[in-house]
């Protein structure tokens, strides 16, 4: 009898083990599963946002070294050329300098509304699926319902934004001009009007780079917008180059470039003439010295012969990083003709 107390006592004791063993068990799993799911979210919502920030930086990444950095350098070197173009007579350098960055950002904020404008419409899709193939749409990366969402958020921001560092008034005709070049077409109806379109932009582009980096406390000399007209005229009459590169694109969004209406021969004479004759007239602009011809002028005829005598594709692209080398030595004449910030600076120096 007592035998049989034990074993029953013992198998109780071994239902209730194995009972709260499993309990115990499960709900170790059921914390494993959560801590699983728990990092996996934290995983993919990290992934999430590094993911967002690259297709936000692919719409310009081709765009920021032939672009934001020469219209950087144009806001930059003017606001250190002083009473040249404004009314601030003794620039500081490391005042301006400290600007950089906000020209930077200010320039690439409305080159990333211009561009997601100008990639989100299906013909422009096609056309990058041939000439820029890893840009966000054709890669795959956003479609073009989210692509347009994004644009309606970055047009009030970035004119906020542009409200803050001084150059909302250029962002505004920057709107305009996008919606005039991409929604109405004005960019692909026919070159003279292409051309004129990307060439009052540019006027803009340049004039808001000079006031990020003057601050809000100086104004624009009368000399400034003659420079700014004529730096206009120089993007007016030689940013075609772009095209020479990009004929199948544009033939494919059946764009009415240069190259595709008059032909790849005149349109390369139509790049190595302005090219060659701005080359001179901007330092003459300045009233430069012979040694400020120097540079502009090798690079522009550099430019010139290898547009006319080197034809390919790859090298087409090289001229084409040449040029915006070339219109950023075009910018930075002011500052050749008045150097005085940096004898000012050193003097500084020296006296510390």
């Known amino acids: 009898m007592q035998k049989n107390m034990d074993l029953l006592e013992f198998s109780r004791f071994y239902e209730i083990f ?3 063993l499993g309990a115990a068990n499960a709900s170790l799993n059921t914390d494993i599963v959560k801590t699983r799911q728990s990092d996996t979210r934290a995983y993919e919502k990290g992934w999430y946002w590094k993911d967002l920030a690259l297709t936000i930086w ?20 003017a606001a250190l050329s002083g009473p040249l173009l404004t009314d601030d007579n003794t620039p500081d350098l490391l005042s301006v300098v400290n600007r950089i960055p906000m020209v930077m950002l200010w320039n690439w904020l409305n080159l990333f509304v211009f561009n997601l404008a100008n990639q989100r419409h299906p013909d422009s899709v096609a056309e990058d699926k041939i000439n820029r193939p890893w840009r966000p749409l054709p890669a795959g990366r956003i479609s073009i319902l989210h692509t347009r969402q994004l644009l309606l958020l970055a047009i009030p921001v970035v004119l906020g934004l542009s409200v803050y560092l001084g150059a909302w008034e250029e962002t505004a005709l920057l709107y305009t001009m996008n919606w005039l070049y991409n929604d109405l077409s004005g960019g692909d109806d026919g070159f003279i009007l292409r051309n004129v379109l990307l060439a009052l932009a540019f006027s803009q582009y ?12 100086f104004d624009i000399l ?7 007209w004529l730096t206009s005229a120089v993007i007016g009459t030689t940013m075609h180059i772009q095209d020479v590169k990009d004929v199948e694109g544009d033939r494919a969004k059946n764009r009415h470039t240069i190259p595709i209406v008059l032909g790849d021969g005149p349109a390369r004479w139509s790049v190595a003439i302005p090219v060659a004759i701005w080359s001179v007239v901007c330092p003459a602009f300045w009233e430069l010295d012979v040694p400020g011809y120097v540079l502009p002028v090798a690079l522009g005829m550099a430019i010139a012969g290898r547009i006319l ?3 390919e594709g790859a090298a ?4 084409w990083k040449m040029w915006t080398a070339w219109t950023a030595v075009i910018w930075m004449l002011p500052l050749f003709k008045n150097p005085s910030v940096f004898v000012r600076f050193s003097k500084s120096l020296r006296g510390m």
């Open 222 to 228: 009368p000399r400034a917008w003659r420079w700014i």
């Open 206 to 217: 340049n004039k808001g780079s000079l006031r990020v980096a003057t601050g809000t406390g």
């Open 58 to 77: 692919l719409f310009t990444a081709d765009d920021f070294t032939t672009f934001v950095i020469p219209e950087t350098a144009f806001g930059i070197c």
């Open 316 to 319: 087409d692209k090289r001229t």
């Open 18 to 20: 194995t009972s709260l």
């Open 309 to 311: 005598f080197l034809r």
